[in-house]
């Protein structure tokens, strides 16, 4: 971390230097940078670059930075408190980082005055500082994509309109397609984000996604005091070019491993206890306790994200009505009833619960992942099982 500091303090030392003698050619773009294949990167990158024609100046502005060496990073980013910096770096070093992800680079010059070019270098300048550089990180509302907006809106005299998007999507809709090769990547995103990601959003909350930003700019214009317009973007071009890649090869194995697949091969086992236990007059309670032992810990981590968390959505999830940590209160009655040779009244209250949940899905109060289904009628087996296996116990 100190040496990110340092070169941080260096890197600004010098641009409030050049920022005192930059020429009247000031050139501003915005830079997107497409998705790449790691998680963190399936979304691409939006970056500013700053680059004086008439002289040496040439640095791209990224709000993206962050440290793993924050103090407690993991407990901070659970809760949310996620605190991320701009950092100037040099462009040519900009460009060789995303060469070697074998991502895009698209340009797009902005239509600026050599006021508002200088008043945008100046407000960078300014959000390097020490003081200024760090700022909370949200998903959706405060990103790199959503900071390079706002800060060039900021520099214009004026006010900038986008055009009317050509079909409204929910946050959820917007994030699946960049995840539909992902399945995995996506089920996570399904599980952690409640209802309020599944709203349909205007030109603007949609600008959290890089390549929203670069297309609306595209077409934006900008509303001058006097009323005049005119275009946001002066051109745009495409600085680097992609690695080719394969495209994705969906078998059968693919799909047995993904979500769904995965979800389907354990009701399928669950179906087979099933028959197990109905034919030899048994109660399997091992895995019942395995279920509700996994359902304790997915939920205590769903319900302390619910009421604690600062991430954008996860309090409004719904799925936490059938992951909860009231499973291990479950796990606890299951076992004293297996071992005691007794009757418990858990499955009788937990079909309740999951009844109560597929309602909530029937409804469509929030849209789940490919997993919840299946892994809905596992749990349903369970008190059915195990009403079977009692009334059978009953009558001997």
Not at 173 to 179: A, S
Not at 230 to 259: C, T, W, Y
Not at 364 to 379: D, I, R, S, W, Y
């Amino acid at each position: 971390m100190r040496r990110i500091l340092l070169f941080l303090m260096l890197a600004v030392a010098t641009l409030g230097t050049r920022a005192q003698a930059v020429s009247d050619s000031l050139e501003m773009s915005i830079l997107t940078c497409s998705p790449g294949d790691e998680v963190y990167s399936l979304y691409g990158h939006t970056a500013l670059r700053c680059r004086d024609l008439g002289g040496s100046l040439d640095v791209a502005f990224n709000y993206g930075v962050f440290s793993f060496n924050q103090p407690h990073f993991l407990w901070h980013f659970v809760l949310g408190e996620c605190d991320y910096m701009v950092w100037p770096t040099e462009w040519e070093n900009f460009l060789t980082e995303y060469e070697e992800r074998g991502s895009s680079v698209t340009q797009q010059t902005l239509n600026l005055t050599t006021a508002e070019a200088k008043r945008l270098f100046e407000l960078l300048v300014t959000n390097c500082q020490p003081e200024n550089r760090v700022y909370r990180y949200n998903y959706f509302y405060n990103n790199c994509t959503t900071k390079v907006r706002d800060i060039c809106e900021q520099a214009i005299d004026g006010h900038v309109v986008y055009p009317a998007q050509d079909e409204a999507l929910t946050f959820r809709q917007h994030i699946h397609r960049y995840t539909r090769n992902h399945p995995w990547a996506q089920e996570g995103d399904d599980v952690l984000l409640g209802a309020d990601v599944d709203t349909l959003i205007g030109e603007r909350e949609s600008m959290f996604l890089p390549e929203n930003l670069m297309r609306l700019a595209q077409q934006a214009v900008i509303i001058g005091p006097d009323g005049a317009l005119r275009p946001l973007l002066k051109n745009a071009e495409i600085v680097l070019q992609a690695r080719p890649q394969e495209a994705p090869h969906h078998g059968f194995l693919d799909f047995l491993l993904s979500p769904l697949g995965v979800g389907l091969m354990l009701l399928l086992v669950a179906l087979v206890l099933m028959a197990v236990e109905w034919r030899f007059g048994t109660w399997l309670w091992g895995f019942d306790a395995l279920l509700l032992l996994l359902r304790g810990l997915s939920g205590t981590l769903l319900c302390f994200m619910f009421f604690f968390s600062e991430h954008p959505a996860v309090g409004s999830n719904w799925l936490t009505v059938v992951l909860n940590p009231l499973a291990f209160v479950g796990l606890i009655l299951v076992i004293c009833a297996a071992k005691n040779g007794r009757t418990t009244r858990w499955f009788a209250f937990d079909f309740a619960i999951l009844a109560l949940f597929i309602v909530i899905y029937a409804l469509g109060l929030q849209e789940f992942g490919k997993l919840v289904v299946p892994l809905t009628l596992v749990l349903v087996t369970r008190p059915i099982s195990y009403y079977l296996f009692r009334q059978r116990k009953d009558r001997k």
